[in-house]
T-cell receptor
Framework: DAMVIQNPRYQVTQFGKPVTLSCSQT?????MYWYQQKSSQAPKLLFH???????NEADTPDNFQSRRPNTSFCFLDIRSPGLGDAAMYLC???????????FGAGTRLSVL | SQKIEQNSEALNIQEGKTATLTCNYT??????LQWYRQDPGRGPVFLLL?????KEKRKERLKVTFDTTLKQSLFHITASQPADSATYLC????????????FGTGTLLAVQP
């Protein structure tokens, strides 16, 4: 089945130690998104790619970076994780021809 | 600024009853609005989309209404089942070819057997 896959499902890192989360998709969608979701809060868009064009949200901290080497893969890099970055990170995809976003299962990040 | 409000308190109903969830928004005129379901520890799953020129949309036991004058959407689940227990998120389109959405915080629905 076509889907959005996030790895790992759970990630533990140390304060200040860089961490990378990955997302892959078999839907061949040209738009990919990264969201941060904290407990009982709304998913918050960090940035998205339209094809290779990167679009950063105005309030996304510089600590968060992203790479999209090809259509299928997208990475979220957190350069120096702080305790406040502990959250669920969700990847989603969308076709520019449609309106629906398809989400992965998420990666829960813990920062010690 | 754009704001989306959903019932912050959990909604508890008995099996077989109709659940009604509310989504109110301000300072925006979305071309469409979507509802997603999110189970604990999982990503949201799309349920329904309703456009600004549509008053109502149905899918099986689900019904969504959209009142652009009141800036409100109502989400109904008829003949609710314990398996419907989850958090339901409202999301507004915020423009452009990239289908950007702003999500509400969601309402936790608990259906008691």
């Amino acid at each position: 089945d076509a889907m959005v896959i996030q790895n790992p499902r759970y990630q533990v890192t140390q304060f200040g130690k860089p961490v990378t989360l990955s997302c892959s998709q078999t839907l061949n969608h040209n738009v990919m998104y990264w969201y941060q979701q904290k407990s009982s809060q709304a998913p918050k868009l960090l940035f998205h790619y339209y094809d290779k064009d990167f679009n950063n949200e105005a309030d996304t901290p510089d600590n968060f970076q992203s790479r999209r080497p090809n259509t299928s893969f997208c990475f979220l890099d957190i350069r120096s994780p702080g305790l406040g970055d502990a959250a669920m990170y969700l990847c989603a995809t969308s076709s520019s021809q449609g309106n629906i976003q398809y989400f992965g299962a998420g990666t829960r990040l813990s920062v010690l | 600024s754009q704001k989306i409000e959903q019932n912050s308190e959990a909604l508890n109903i008995q099996e077989g009853k109709t659940a009604t969830l509310t989504c109110n928004y301000t300072n925006y005129s979305p071309a469409y609005l979507q509802w997603y379901r999110q189970d604990p520890g999982r990503g949201p799953v799309f349920l329904l989309l309703i456009r600004e020129n549509e008053k109502e949309k149905r899918k099986e036991r689900l019904k969504v209404t959209f009142d652009t004058t009141l800036k409100q959407s109502l989400f109904h689940i008829t003949a609710s089942q314990p398996a419907d227990s989850a958090t339901y998120l409202c999301a507004l389109e915020v423009g452009g070819a990239t289908n950007k959405l702003i999500f509400g915080t969601g309402t936790l629905l608990a259906v008691q057997p």
